[in-house]
């Protein structure tokens, strides 16, 4: 089995409440991707489903219904009270598990990973 070790990023949205701004936040640390290697070479990720997976569970752990993972999306220019009960809010799993598939294939193509 092939894989390459390169430096992953995948950004998602994520609220700064020090600068009190929206910055973009690479998911991957250097963690990940060692993890991911070291699973791939001892060939317990030995197909896309298990990497699926193992992506998910993976980003599950990190980043789902953490406070400092979520934010709150709505209108633009709230005018009533009914409003400010139109938003939602998010975490930063949402944002990754909405890509997951995109993600999955980022990794494939950029690890060089062959199955």
């Known amino acids: ?19 009190n701004k929206v910055e973009n936040y690479n998911i991957f ?3 990940f991707k060692n993890n991911l290697y070291k699973k791939i070479k001892t060939k317990k990720i030995t197909n896309y489903n298990e990497l699926r997976e193992d992506v998910n569970k993976w980003a599950m752990y990190h980043y789902w219904s ?10 633009l220019w709230p005018d009533k ?13 949402r944002q990754i598990e909405m890509n997951l598939d995109r993600i999955v294939e980022y990794i494939i193509n950029t690890m060089q990973i062959k199955f």
């Open 29 to 31: 640390s250097d963690d």
């Open 66 to 75: 953490k406070t400092e993972c979520e934010m709150a999306i709505g209108p």
């Open 1 to 19: 089995m092939k894989v390459k070790n390169v430096e992953l990023k995948w950004n998602v949205l994520y609220w700064n409440t020090n600068k």
């Open 81 to 93: 009270l009914e409003d400010l009960e139109q938003f939602e809010k998010i975490d930063m799993y």
